[in-house]
């Protein structure tokens, strides 16, 4: 029941965020929408199409290499499948992280190491992130004589740096030591498992070369990401510098991970209106072309993740059945 209502709560969320922004928008700007689609460059789309495809695997890959850090060993085939039934489930639940949870649920099932299963996907998502800003943040300094960049730096630079102090505590030992009372809350042994889970990032500790691997694949999948809004905007004929995709979307992306939507819908589209329409030349309508074809996009590849999900029926449930800690 819970469930339900968060549901219908985040999907009104959705519905209000995009209400309100085809009400700035308006009914005679939306009216062109359709002429995005009449006027594309398709090769284009199914460029930047195949490239997110490609992002995904790239993304397997990592996460595999993170999970042999937790001693976790899984085929490719399993990884595949794991990850798609989550990104599928993305479309349905908070933020574009909400398929994470899905992933962790049925990895912890099928291997009974909860705890690993939490923290290899948890840190799968925090490079990812890293890289992001990475990129965002060389771009940033490279262009300092743009006012979009300048504007913007506080907020790439505060989010570079929150994000490296959440990984330096997560990974110091010292921290994890000063928590340790947490150790014993016997309340349906939420000691242990906090412990458990303590331990679980510890293990990336003695696991360098497994990060910096995770870290240098999330700065190939994140440029993808970048690229492939920029071959969209090339679609559509938008007179966008490659430059400001490098600087604006990783701050999309972390908008649009904020948990308030079902899947990022709404942030997204009103974070791509707010980056992207502040440049003279792009207009509320093309950012939100831009905006909803990354969508739709997304959407289309990730309904394979449903395919297999229906494939594999009940097998996939009975398959990942194993106790936990």
Same mark, same amino acid.
């Given at each position: 029941?819970?469930?339900t209502?968060?549901f219908? @709560?985040?999907?009104g969320v959705s519905g209000i965020?995009?209400?309100l922004l085809f009400?700035?928008?308006?009914?005679e700007?939306l009216?062109?929408l359709?002429?995005y689609?009449?006027?594309?460059?398709?090769?284009?789309?199914?460029a930047?199409t195949?490239?997110?495809? #490609?992002?995904? @695997?790239w993304?397997?890959?990592?996460?595999?290499?993170?999970l042999?850090?937790?001693?976790i060993?899984?085929s490719f085939?399993d990884?595949?499948?794991?990850?798609y039934?989550g990104f599928f489930f993305?479309?349905?639940l908070?933020?574009?992280?909400?398929?994470d949870l899905?992933?962790?649920y049925y990895?912890?099932?099928?291997?009974?190491?909860m705890?690993?299963?939490f923290?290899?996907?948890?840190m799968?998502r925090v490079?990812?992130f890293?890289?992001?800003?990475s990129?965002?943040f060389v771009?940033?300094?490279?262009n300092?004589k743009?006012?979009?960049?300048?504007?913007f730096f506080? #907020?790439?630079?505060?989010a570079?740096f929150? #994000?490296?102090i959440?990984?330096?505590l997560?990974?110091?030992?010292?921290? !994890?030591?000063f928590?340790?009372?947490?150790? !014993?809350?016997?309340w349906l042994?939420?000691?242990?498992?906090?412990?458990?889970?303590?331990?679980?990032?510890?293990?990336?500790?003695?696991?360098?070369?497994a990060?910096?691997?995770a870290?240098l694949i999330s700065l190939?999948?994140?440029?993808?990401?970048i690229?492939?809004v920029?071959f969209?905007s090339?679609?559509f !004929?938008?007179?966008?510098p490659a430059?400001y995709?490098? #600087?604006f979307?990783?701050l999309?992306?972390? @908008?649009m991970?904020?948990p308030?939507?079902i899947?990022?819908?709404?942030?997204?589209e009103?974070?791509f209106v707010?980056f992207f329409s502040?440049?003279?030349a792009v207009s509320?309508?093309?950012?939100?072309?831009?905006?909803?074809?990354?969508?739709l996009i997304?959407?289309?590849t990730?309904?394979?993740?449903g395919v297999?999900?229906?494939?594999?029926?009940?097998?996939i449930?009975k398959c990942?059945t194993?106790t936990?800690?």
């Amino acid at each position: 029941m819970k469930k339900t209502i968060s549901f219908i @709560i985040r999907a009104g969320v959705s519905g209000i965020l995009i209400y309100l922004l085809f009400l700035q928008i308006g009914r005679e700007n939306l009216g062109k929408l359709p002429e995005y689609a009449r006027e594309a460059n398709y090769l284009w789309l199914a460029a930047a199409t195949a490239l997110f495809f #490609l992002a995904l @695997i790239w993304g397997i890959i990592r996460w595999g290499w993170l999970l042999k850090a937790q001693n976790i060993h899984l085929s490719f085939s399993d990884l595949f499948t794991l990850t798609y039934i989550g990104f599928f489930f993305s479309n349905f639940l908070p933020g574009v992280v909400g398929g994470d949870l899905v992933k962790f649920y049925y990895l912890g099932k099928k291997t009974g190491k909860m705890s690993s299963s939490f923290t290899s996907v948890f840190m799968d998502r925090v490079i990812g992130f890293m890289g992001l800003l990475s990129i965002a943040f060389v771009a940033l300094l490279l262009n300092l004589k743009r006012t979009a960049a300048r504007e913007f730096f506080p #907020l790439i630079v505060g989010a570079t740096f929150l #994000l490296l102090i959440i990984f330096f505590l997560l990974l110091n030992h010292k921290f !994890h030591k000063f928590l340790s009372f947490l150790y !014993h809350i016997k309340w349906l042994r939420l000691g242990e498992k906090i412990q458990n889970l303590f331990q679980s990032f510890q293990t990336y500790r003695q696991s360098p070369r497994a990060l910096l691997k995770a870290y240098l694949i999330s700065l190939l999948v994140q440029f993808q990401m970048i690229i492939i809004v920029y071959f969209i905007s090339l679609a559509f !004929h938008l007179p966008i510098p490659a430059v400001y995709f490098f #600087l604006f979307f990783p701050l999309v992306a972390v @908008i649009m991970s904020i948990p308030v939507s079902i899947s990022g819908l709404g942030t997204r589209e009103w974070a791509f209106v707010f980056f992207f329409s502040s440049l003279p030349a792009v207009s509320e309508v093309d950012a939100l072309a831009l905006s909803l074809s990354l969508y739709l996009i997304t959407l289309f590849t990730s309904l394979w993740g449903g395919v297999i999900y229906m494939w594999k029926g009940g097998e996939i449930r009975k398959c990942y059945t194993n106790t936990s800690e």
